[in-house]
């Protein structure tokens, strides 16, 4: 099993920045990508960003493209989603997911791991 812990979620006025952070345990070893994703109230949870933890290629919604960063430290098995210019529709619960190798990291069927969700609230 892999434990997945979110934190870094909070209130922020349009325009303002927040930095997600994600801390994994447990058989680490197994995870090969990892992920964010997003659930506004009333919608369907969305691919934000991923990451592949060996060679650190990357993947972004074109909603947050330019304006989000997913990035790692394998020493502290921590991936970060650093956000700018945020927008009140990137308000939302953000959840990190985390997955074995040979899978498409741009969905939720590539993950076998969630964490509990941290909530970012964007105001206009």
């Known amino acids: 099993q892999v434990q997945l812990v979110e934190s870094g979620g909070g209130s922020v006025q349009a325009g303002g920045s927040l930095r997600l952070s994600c801390a994994a345990s447990?058989?680490?070893?197994?995870?090969?990508?990892m992920g964010w994703f997003r659930q506004a109230p009333g919608k369907e949870r969305e691919f934000v960003a991923a990451i592949a933890l060996s060679v650190g290629s990357t993947n972004y919604a074109d909603s947050v493209k330019g304006r989000f960063t997913i990035s790692k430290d394998n020493a502290k098995n921590t991936v970060y989603l650093q956000m700018n210019i945020l927008k009140p529709e990137d308000t939302a619960v953000y959840y990190c997911?985390?997955?074995?190798?040979?899978?498409?990291?741009?969905?939720?069927?590539?993950?076998?791991?969630w964490g509990q969700g941290t909530q970012v609230t964007v105001s206009s």
């Open positions: 997911a985390a997955g074995p190798g040979g899978r498409t990291w741009d969905s939720k069927v590539g993950y076998d791991y």
């Open positions: 447990g058989r680490t070893f197994s995870v090969y990508g």
